[in-house]
């Protein structure tokens, strides 16, 4: 059954015009730097309102002002901003929701899975914080309903970090997953939490199948509290529980290592409870009562565990070769079982647009190739190999990390980074051939979570940025010489990093900071650098509003970058069918939206 009508080429490109067009002049505010903003004079250059007005305009908007600002000038004569509310309306007009181009979520699962009940035996709020929990539940379901459709069993996990996805697709829908990730450390970890997961599923089967034996335990309120401290205890172990999960995520798709990690087994034991079945067909696999049942493979157990009666009484009439090849079948059966029990694989790779999948899956079959939040120029490499390799017949990627993104034009006039690629953006030939570029700050405000600041609620973290501003002014007013430069220079530290987390003050951190960069604060007294602050802390406001006006452009950057790389997909011969699907709650996760795309036949 073909997929319905997907947004056509031309559409995408006139709608890449409309924002680019938009851009070109309100990019001035996305590519302002904080480190910039007080030894500019940012505030008083861009904007000729009160800060308190642009606050209240973009996290508390009345609906009769933006009525009234919708239309009119955003800028005064002088190219100032001085209208919040048409600033607000004309950057919700130009952001990826409003623009028409992308299929909703629910239309595409009603097409896909119709009606059917789904039975979730896992939940992933179990082993996972909230927000993975929701990216996880949501991606699965989609990339199952891609993997019938495409009659796959086999996906590649690109940038798969601690395996939250991979696993979960393979335990809930019984897929084959092989999950890469550049760091050995994301690798090993993954293999450690099946292991647990491993532990959790028996402790649980026997609490599934209890109820159904014949023998009673001889205490059995003290069975069932063992089987629960059990679960507890394996819960607590695995290391993923609720809300008090540490976000150490490493860069993915950012790596060196090579090595391939040994691959874990998931699932394939003869502890774990079997179904009267000997042998589950992969016909099995792809029908409805497997898509929409608790998955079969978790089921499994060694043929010669199973203790049947009768079938013991049988055995006694069977002569000695039919005890044979019913040994030697079993044993095949059981082999077979335990090679689809591995069902989740973690390999430690670096991947690029040109990793040859065969050198990386021996047994590499059609095959769909998924990322849930693949960092940087990884996102645009999946839609690369989505391309060139004829395995894949379908993706579903969401990316993030723009900040990351390799730009092609950005650097014009250097002839070294110009020489590189290929390039995380654009892709499209479409925008190529404009010459268009973002900027690194640009792409930076791209990554702002502009529905959970402004329905969430949730505050940037302001006095850190404010610490920055204000050093860059000490650095200039005491450190602004050849000498000082060329130090810095030279020592390649351009980056104060995360010396914020690490300071008791703000006398602190400029001290560390400083440091840090190479320069010598020792001259400067205490009640000097806390002067700095007690200077610049009543424009503090200045600072909180301007990044506000930076969030309210996110989802209008942010959008271009999607579309350049739908208007990429949709440039090629072998692509059927593609689209951008809005797959998260914004406010839960604000990377929600997912390229997803299958393959000609």
């Known amino acids: 059954m073909p997929l319905s009508a997907d947004v056509g080429l031309d559409l995408v490109k006139s709608k890449i015009k409309?924002?680019?067009?938009?851009?070109?002049?309100?990019?001035?505010?996305?590519?302002?730097?904080?480190?910039?903003?007080?030894?500019?004079?940012?505030?008083?250059?861009?904007?000729?309102?009160?800060?308190?007005?642009?606050?209240?305009?973009?996290?508390?908007?009345?609906?009769?002002?933006?009525?009234?600002?919708?239309?009119?000038?955003?800028?005064?004569?002088?190219?100032?901003?001085?209208?919040?509310?048409?600033?607000?309306?004309?950057?919700?007009?130009?952001?990826?929701?409003?623009?028409?181009?992308?299929?909703?979520?629910?239309?595409?699962?009603?097409?896909?899975?119709?009606?059917?009940?789904?039975?979730?035996?896992?939940?992933?709020?179990?082993?996972?914080?909230?927000?993975?929990?929701?990216?996880?539940?949501?991606?699965?379901?989609?990339?199952?309903?891609?993997?019938?459709?495409?009659?796959?069993?086999q996906v590649i996990d690109v940038g798969s970090g601690k395996g939250y996805l991979s696993s979960y697709l393979s335990m809930q829908y019984g897929l084959s997953v092989y999950g890469i990730d550049s760091s050995t450390t994301n690798t090993i970890g993954a293999n450690e939490r099946n292991r647990k997961l491993e532990r959790y599923w028996k402790v649980y089967q026997r609490q599934k199948k209890a109820p159904t034996q014949i023998t009673e335990p001889e205490h059995p309120k003290e069975e069932q509290m063992h089987n629960v401290e059990n679960v507890t205890k394996i819960k607590d172990q695995i290391g993923l529980v609720g809300e008090q999960e540490k976000r150490t995520e490493t860069q993915r798709g950012h790596g060196q290592s090579l090595m391939q990690t040994p691959i874990s087994t998931t699932f394939g034991d003869s502890e774990i409870y079997n179904k009267n079945n000997a042998e589950i067909s992969a016909e099995t696999f792809r029908s409805d009562e497997y898509y929409g049942s608790e998955n079969a493979f978790l089921e499994f157990i060694s043929t010669d565990a199973v203790e049947v009666a009768s079938q013991e009484r049988q055995n006694k009439y069977l002569d000695d070769k039919e005890r044979e090849r019913r040994k030697n079948a079993g044993l095949e059966a059981k082999a077979k079982r335990i090679k689809e029990a591995n069902l989740y694989s973690p390999i430690t790779l670096h991947v690029t647009s040109t990793t040859e999948l065969h050198d990386i899956v021996s047994d590499v079959k059609d095959s769909m190739v998924v990322g849930l939040h693949t960092c940087g120029d990884l996102a645009s490499s999946t839609l690369r190999?989505?391309?060139?390799?004829?395995?894949?017949?379908?993706?579903?990627?969401?990316?993030?990390?723009?900040?990351?993104?390799?730009?092609?034009f950005e650097l014009l006039d250097n002839k070294e980074v110009s020489s590189q690629g290929p390039w995380g953006f654009p892709i499209s030939q479409y925008m190529r051939s404009c010459a268009w570029h973002c900027g690194?700050?640009?792409?930076?405000?791209?990554?702002?979570?502009?529905?959970?600041?402004?329905?969430?609620?949730?505050?940037?973290?302001?006095?850190?940025?404010?610490?920055?501003?204000?050093?860059?002014?000490?650095?200039?007013?005491?450190?602004?010489?050849?000498e000082t430069s060329?130090?810095?220079?030279?020592?390649?530290?351009?980056?104060?990093?995360?010396?914020?987390?690490?300071?008791?003050?703000?006398?602190?951190?400029?001290?560390?900071?400083?440091?840090?960069?190479?320069?010598?604060?020792?001259?400067?007294?205490?009640?000097?650098?806390?002067?700095?602050?007690?200077?610049?802390?009543?424009?503090?406001?200045?600072?909180?509003?301007?990044?506000?006006?930076?969030?309210?452009?996110?989802?209008?950057?942010?959008?271009?970058?999607?579309?350049?790389?739908?208007?990429?997909?949709?440039?090629?011969?072998?692509?059927?069918?593609?689209?951008?699907?809005?797959?998260?709650?914004?406010v839960k996760s604000p990377r929600c939206y997912a390229i997803i795309d299958v393959s000609q036949e």
């Open 440 to 482: 690194r700050n640009a792409r930076m405000s791209a990554c702002l979570p502009f529905e959970r600041v402004t329905f969430g609620h949730v505050q940037l973290p302001l006095e850190s940025l404010f610490y920055r501003a204000v050093l860059q002014v000490i650095i200039k007013e005491h450190f602004g010489n050849e």
């Open 486 to 586: 060329n130090t810095v220079q030279r020592t390649k530290i351009k980056h104060v990093g995360k010396i914020y987390f690490k300071s008791s003050s703000f006398v602190d951190y400029i001290r560390k900071a400083t440091e840090k960069l190479g320069m010598d604060s020792s001259k400067m007294s205490a009640n000097l650098i806390q002067g700095y602050y007690d200077r610049y802390m009543p424009r503090m406001k200045e600072l909180e509003a301007f990044n506000l006006l930076k969030v309210a452009l996110a989802p209008c950057i942010e959008g271009l970058i999607l579309l350049d790389r739908l208007c990429y997909l949709k440039e090629q011969q072998n692509v059927a069918w593609s689209a951008l699907v809005q797959l998260f709650d914004p």
């Open 385 to 408: 190999i989505f391309i060139t390799k004829p395995e894949i017949k379908a993706v579903c990627s969401v990316g993030c990390c723009y900040h990351l993104l390799s730009e092609e």
């Open 18 to 153: 409309y924002l680019t067009d938009f851009l070109d002049f309100y990019l001035k505010i996305a590519n302002v730097h904080t480190v910039d903003f007080y030894t500019k004079d940012v505030w008083n250059e861009l904007v000729a309102v009160p800060p308190e007005a642009v606050i209240s305009g973009i996290l508390y908007p009345q609906a009769e002002s933006t009525r009234e600002g919708k239309g009119g000038s955003v800028w005064d004569q002088s190219q100032k901003l001085n209208n919040v509310a048409a600033y607000m309306g004309i950057t919700r007009d130009h952001s990826l929701p409003n623009l028409g181009i992308c299929t909703p979520l629910d239309d595409l699962r009603q097409e896909l899975w119709g009606d059917k009940q789904k039975e979730m035996f896992l939940k992933t709020s179990t082993f996972m914080n909230t927000k993975k929990s929701h990216e996880v539940e949501v991606m699965s379901e989609m990339v199952a309903c891609f993997a019938k459709y495409c009659n796959i069993q």
